[in-house]
C-alpha cells in the first residue's frame, strides 16, 4: 500500500497553467505505475494521464498536447502539468498508484488521494 497526497489546485483563468503534485508514501514508489484522474461534478472519474515507473506516459485525447505527467522517483513525487487551462478542465484532480502496468482505467488503481479541486474560469 501507498499513501497518496495531492496538492496544487486552485482557481486559474482559461489559457492559464497550473502545476499539481501528488507525494506517495513509502519505500516502494518507484515500483508503482502512477496515474492522474479526474471527476467533474455528475460526470463519471476519467483518465487524464499515467506514467509507468521508467517513465512512459500515456494521455487522454482531452490533455494530449496541453497536459505532461512526469514523476520524481527520489522524491516520491508525481506532477502534472497543466497548460492551455480550459473551463472543461474544470474538476477534482485524483492522483492513483498501482502496481504493474500503467492503465487507463480507474478500477485498476486501489490507491488513491483524496484530490484537489481545479477550477478554470472562462
Known amino acids: 500500500q501507498v499513501q497518496l497526497v495531492e496538492s496544487g489546485g486552485g482557481l486559474v483563468q482559461a489559457g492559464g497553467s497550473l502545476r499539481l503534485s501528488c507525494a506517495a508514501s513509502?519505500?516502494?514508489?518507484?515500483?508503482?505505475?502512477m496515474g492522474w484522474f479526474r471527476q467533474a461534478p455528475g460526470k463519471e472519474r476519467e483518465f487524464v494521464a499515467a506514467?509507468?515507473?521508467?517513465?512512459?506516459?500515456y494521455y487522454a485525447d482531452s490533455v494530449k498536447g496541453r497536459f505532461t505527467i512526469s514523476r520524481d522517483n527520489a522524491k516520491n513525487t508525481v506532477y502534472l502539468q497543466m497548460n492551455s487551462l480550459k473551463a472543461d478542465d474544470t474538476a477534482v484532480y485524483y492522483c492513483?498508484?498501482?502496481?504493474?502496468?500503467?492503465?487507463?482505467?480507474?478500477?485498476?488503481?486501489?490507491?488513491w488521494g483524496q484530490g484537489t479541486q481545479v477550477t478554470v474560469s472562462s
Open positions: 506514467i509507468t515507473w521508467s517513465g512512459t506516459t
Open positions: 492513483a498508484a498501482r502496481r504493474g502496468w500503467a492503465t487507463q482505467s480507474p478500477d485498476d488503481y486501489d490507491n
Open positions: 513509502g519505500r516502494t514508489f518507484k515500483t508503482y505505475a
